[in-house]
């Protein structure tokens, strides 16, 4: 589900990312200097307490995205100048870039004024903001939310008066259920208790549905999921300061077999990373390769820099510091701790040791923040496809307390970032995103790892017209289309999901898991397992027992 | 007696005061801290972080974290989740609520089946029944929570019974009575789940003890003086095994308040267990201390009653 489905913005990014659809504007105009934008609002929306919508709205809005506790900040940033001439025009004068529909109006959410002013009344104090907890949801949106718990679920409404015509939502009652779990998540669908299975299915259970469930179909896409390994590279940090030296990153990662690494790890639902945004991203770059796996390059990148072979198998450089590092990993994805210990193996085959460690995602954040004490550390990132603003992860300000874990210092980095944010047009914008994505990829700050596809699973005997075919799958953050198409079919109708006999609704049940434990094998080869040893060992006591 | 139990309660308070110092202590040991999980977020300033050090307390020097923690502690209040933005006590006592409707049912299943198994084990000891309900109560002291959940889930996926969840979510209910059927229905799994990992501690440390009474003097005594096996058992044994028993069981309650983390994870229970973990994960230091004073609270009570209901069965241990 994604937040389109309950607010309205001025405009909605369509599937592809790159033209804009109208939301609560229906028509606008951007300036021919790419400095200032008018938008004419829709005079029927209306918000889920019958007020109108107006331009007041609007405003109020971005001005509260503008709050420095507001994780919209930086993409209101390039506005200078916003008012509202009359109820249904808004007038925005901002900083020359490209990227203001799509980065900047497109991203922030209309929210209703005569609701927030009580709990923010200055939408510019960031206390005032952070205390959220009792803000009433009143929205516009094609969805209404009808009922909450944090952590557990969601129940959204059809909003029959809605305003976009076309736009209103075939189904009535929409249940978003949180799992803790993803294999009791999997488990709920296969049972009929739930019909729609999101994020993050892994790859076992993608194959057990696929084969033991004609009722499910598993939807396959791009993803919006990078792992890496970063490469602790700042200057003034405190990690090995071998890895100051690009060659040492160089034969790092021809020591890394990418292809075999998302077949091993992710059964084939990965693919091998070369540049920093995925495969499903506007601004990913085709031109960029994995570096390749050669362990005899490796060896010979290492023997030419002056690193030789100690008498215990590890390199040493030449003045005395041993090429031995501590890698971490996030412990909350099993996986990847596997996916370290085969790196690791890789690496000694080198003369590189790498001691792989596990930690929980604070515990690494200590780590790394503020002192860069860390040598690697093996994380992710999700990043929306729409936009190359990850690529700020690297910007020289962001390092000791931004979003840097590598330290990376690099001017001209920072001088075409900035010029890329105030690119004329889009294909300066991909030139720019293509060019930062080549220094990293040869700077190697990261060595990126693979791109996790988005693997979803719905009940499609119950439900047609799920939309598929966009990067995060059907029921991403981003997918606004699914919720808002999704049609029962017929028969079934009525039998859906929960026990509902006295509202007459087709619910559709779809969740979320962020799983606090996971198994990593399949849970059938567990259970088949366990029950082969508890057999034996029943037996086992049995017989002695007898015996005596 | 007075004394007895003026001399417990005084040895409660006492470790209940060193839980209160301890709590603190411990989760500020915890490397890393909520704002610095936030440097991950896209363009923190770094006058945001401090406004929001400053907001949770977290740029006072620890000594006076600490006796603001305790005033508050004594004085009831908890403080504001750094996560849920809302005082600790609406989170944490309707996540303690879901889990005591969830434990409270299984402990005593447990306990009431397991403590039976035990009796007849050991009543019927180096028999066949001895070595089944034995191994029977071993295999499942030594299973997996998790694996046996899951495994349950698999079982039921075709018969309808609830899978996850507390309650059926979106549903009307006309009455009390098919909202807690409901509330019933889903926690069927769980609570098996939590009854047979759970009841083999019960049922083998019945049985040993058991055995162990039976070869005390005076069940010779009777025996010899003719007494018949059934009344033995009945009239004199288990009155007796069931001492230890009775400390265990106190201890058990006393953790009902505690959750079980697993148990609820498999099956989606919105219960402590998970809100404990999940706040560790979050470095939510307000909830994680409440949680733990609490249970803590609540171990040492149930302990306490414990000590005064055994003083009452056996009074030997009033002099020792």
Redesign the interface.
């Known amino acids: 589900m994604s937040t389109l489905d309950v607010y309205d913005y001025l405009i909605r990014y369509n599937s592809t990312f790159a033209p804009v659809v109208p939301d609560l504007a229906y028509k606008w105009y951007v300036y021919p200097n790419n400095s200032a934008a008018v938008f004419y609002l829709v005079k029927n929306a209306t918000w889920s307490d019958g007020y109108p919508v107006t331009a007041q709205d609007v405003v109020y809005s971005f001005e509260v995205a503008n709050n420095s506790a507001s994780r919209l900040q930086p993409n209101v940033e390039p506005i200078t100048a916003i008012y509202a001439p009359n109820n249904y025009t808004v007038i925005f004068h901002y900083r020359r870039t490209a990227l203001f529909l799509i980065n900047t109006i497109a991203a922030v959410p209309i929210v209703p004024k005569h609701v927030w002013e009580k709990y923010v009344p200055n939408p510019s104090n960031a206390t005032q903001l952070t205390n959220y907890q009792d803000y009433p949801v009143v929205s516009s949106g094609p969805f209404e939310v009808t009922n909450y718990v944090q952590g557990q679920y969601i129940e959204l409404t059809a909003n029959t008066h809605y305003f976009y015509k076309s736009r209103i939502p075939h189904v009535q009652h929409i249940i978003i259920q949180f799992f803790k779990d993803t294999n009791s998540m999997v488990a709920a669908l296969e049972a009929g208790q739930i019909d729609a299975a999101a994020p993050s299915l892994l790859p076992v259970q993608a194959q057990t549905l696929e084969q033991n469930y004609p009722n499910i179909k598993v939807v396959v896409e791009p993803g919006e999921e990078l792992w890496y390994i970063a490469v602790n590279v700042y200057p003034y940090g405190h990690g090995n300061p071998t890895l100051r030296d690009l060659r040492v990153r160089e034969a790092l990662a021809h020591a890394i077999n990418y292809t075999e690494l998302a077949q091993v790890i992710w059964k084939g639902y990965a693919t091998p990373a070369a540049g920093l945004l995925p495969i499903g991203n506007e601004y990913y770059d085709p031109n960029l390769k994995p570096y390749t796996f050669n362990l005899t390059l490796a060896n010979q990148i290492l023997n030419e820099a002056g690193y030789k072979m100690g008498a215990n198998g590890v390199r040493v450089s030449p003045n005395g510091t041993p090429l031995s590092y501590t890698l971490y990993v996030v412990s909350n994805a099993p996986e990847e701790v596997e996916a370290a210990n085969i790196i690791a193996n890789w690496w000694s085959q080198i003369g590189v040791q790498a001691k792989v460690e596990a930690v929980d995602a604070g515990t690494l954040a200590s780590i790394i923040w503020p002192n860069f004490t860390q040598d690697f550390d093996l994380w992710d990132w999700f990043s929306s496809p729409a936009v190359p603003t990850l690529l700020s992860v690297f910007l020289s300000n962001q390092t000791e307390t931004g979003t840097s874990d590598s330290g990376f210092q690099n001017k001209t980095y920072d001088r075409l970032y900035s010029e890329m944010m105030y690119a004329p047009n889009l294909s300066a914008v991909k030139e720019y995103a293509w060019e930062l994505q080549s220094i990293l990829y040869h700077e190697l700050p990261y060595i990126n790892l693979y791109y996790v596809d988005s693997i979803e699973a719905y009940n499609d005997k119950l439900f047609t017209n799920v939309f598929t075919n966009m990067t995060g799958g059907p029921f991403s953050d981003i997918n606004w289309y699914t919720f808002l198409q999704i049609q029962p079919v017929q028969s079934t109708s009525v039998v859906t999901t929960t026990q509902t006999s006295s509202t007459q609704t087709s619910s559709m049940t779809s969740s979320v898991s962020s799983s606090a434990v996971s198994v990593q094998t399949s849970p059938t080869m567990y259970i088949v397992v366990g029950a082969v040893v508890v057999i034996i060992v029943v037996a086992a006591i049995v017989l002695l027992a007898r015996r005596r | 007696m007075g004394r007895y139990v003026a001399k417990r309660a005084a040895t409660s308070l006492i470790t209940f005061v060193a839980t209160v110092v301890l709590t603190f202590i411990l989760f500020r040991l915890?490397?890393?801290?909520p704002i610095?999980?936030l440097?991950?977020?896209?363009?923190?300033?770094?006058?945001?972080?401090n406004?929001l050090n400053a907001?949770f307390g977290l740029n006072k020097p620890l000594y006076v974290q600490f006796l603001i923690y305790i005033k508050n502690v004594f004085e009831g209040n908890w403080g504001i989740s750094f996560y849920?933005?809302?005082p600790v006590s609406q989170v944490l006592f309707p996540a303690m609520l879901n889990s005591v409707i969830l434990l409270l049912p299984s402990t005593i299943l447990a306990v009431v089946i397991g403590v039976g198994l035990g009796i007849l084990a050991g009543w019927k000891r180096n028999t066949?029944t001895d070595?089944?309900i034995?191994?029977?109560s071993?295999?499942l002291y030594a299973?997996?929570t998790?694996?046996l959940?899951?495994?349950l889930?698999?079982l039921?996926?075709?018969t309808?019974i609830?899978?996850?969840?507390m309650v059926?979510?979106?549903?009307?209910f006309?009455n009390p009575w098919q909202y807690i059927i409901?509330v019933l229905k889903h926690l069927f799994l769980p609570m098996i789940t939590l009854t047979l990992v759970t009841l083999g501690q019960f049922s083998i440390i019945m049985r040993n003890t058991i055995l162990n009474e039976l070869t005390e003097d005076y069940a010779l005594a009777a025996y010899s003086k003719g007494m018949s096996d059934r009344r033995l058992l009945i009239k004199h044994i288990v009155p007796n095994a069931l001492l230890p028993t009775v400390t265990i069981i106190a201890i058990s309650i006393g953790t009902v308040v505690a959750g079980a983390?697993?148990t609820?994870?498999?099956?989606?229970w919105?219960g402590v267990g998970?809100l404990i973990?999940?706040s560790?994960?979050?470095?939510d230091y307000p909830v994680l201390q409440g949680a733990f004073l609490i249970i803590a609270l609540v171990v040492i009570l149930s302990n306490f009653v414990a000590d005064v209901i055994y003083a009452f069965l056996d009074p030997r241990v009033k002099y020792s």
């Open positions: 915890l490397p890393g801290d610095t999980l440097f991950r977020s896209p363009l923190l300033t770094p006058s945001e972080i406004a907001q849920y933005r809302a066949m070595v089944g034995l191994s029977f071993l295999v299973l997996p998790f694996w959940g899951i495994l889930i698999m039921a996926i075709k309808g609830p899978v996850s969840g059926s979510i979106g549903v009307t006309s409901n983390v697993l609820e994870t498999v099956f989606s919105p998970t973990y999940d560790i994960a979050r470095r």
